[in-house]
């Protein structure tokens, strides 16, 4: 089955700017997703297709590809942005939805 | 902004059943919800089920095919997951989802948890 490997933590400076990234084979192939989770809250969709934005998600928040690495890019990184962030593809082949291990944000 | 509410979850005992329903309440979306996500307690999320709106394809992650089945009640906006033969390891909250933009999951509900426990 396919895999997504993402690192377990990122630390931040408030201001700074935060990047996680998401490793899976071929995955340059693939449309990659993230979203955002906070505590005791449902996941929120953050970037869809490798790098769109929903609407009402900040500029702040961007998606890159390259290889067999997705990044998720946070500027000017916020307290608020403190969640976990996990990366999603869908593998066509076999209809099969995959996410990351997620990646637990903290702001220091 | 629109409401998914999950319903149904609860505490049961290994190798029984239960019924999860999801309604899209209030709102239209422009896409119903279709699939089931998990995530067990202090763990990551995980796929469970998808299905079309029509109801003419369902796909199962390994671990829940052929004990779960995805289905939907157009008429009341409603999608079902019917969980048989539960297993301690399926203990999570189970959170409905809309379809989104490329095979993404674009809204999810607050999730009813199940606890499957001796």
């Known amino acids: 089955s396919y895999v997504l490997t993402q690192p377990p933590s990122v630390s931040v400076a408030p201001g700074q700017t935060a990047r996680t990234t998401c490793e899976g084979t071929?995955?340059?192939?693939?449309?990659v997703h993230w979203y955002q989770q906070k505590p005791g809250q449902a996941p929120v969709l953050v970037i869809y297709s490798d790098d769109d934005r929903p609407s009402g998600i900040p500029e702040r928040f961007s998606g890159s590809k390259s290889g067999n690495t997705a990044s998720l890019t946070i500027t000017r990184v916020e307290a608020g942005d403190e969640a976990d962030y996990y990366c999603?593809?869908?593998?066509?082949?076999?209809?099969?939805?995959?996410f990351g291990g997620g990646t637990k944000l903290t702001v220091l | 902004q629109g409401l998914l509410e999950e319903s149904g979850g609860g505490v049961v005992q290994p190798g029984t059943s239960l019924k999860l329903s999801c309604a899209a309440s209030r709102f239209t979306f422009t896409r119903p919800p279709t699939h089931w996500v998990r995530q067990a307690p202090g763990k990551g999320l995980d796929w469970v089920a998808s299905?079309?709106?029509?109801?003419?394809?369902?796909y199962y992650a390994d671990s829940v095919m052929g004990r779960f089945i995805i289905s939907r009640d157009n008429s009341k906006n409603t999608l079902y997951l019917h969980m048989n033969s539960l297993m301690v390891d399926d203990t999570a909250r189970y959170f409905c989802?809309?379809?989104?933009?490329?095979?993404?999951?674009?809204?999810w509900g607050q999730g009813t948890l199940v606890t499957v426990s001796s």
């Open positions: 299905t079309l709106y029509d109801g003419s394809n369902e």
């Open positions: 071929n995955i340059g192939y693939k449309s």
């Open positions: 999603q593809v869908w593998d066509s082949g076999s209809a099969y939805r995959v």
């Open positions: 989802a809309t379809e989104g933009e490329g095979g993404s999951f674009g809204h």
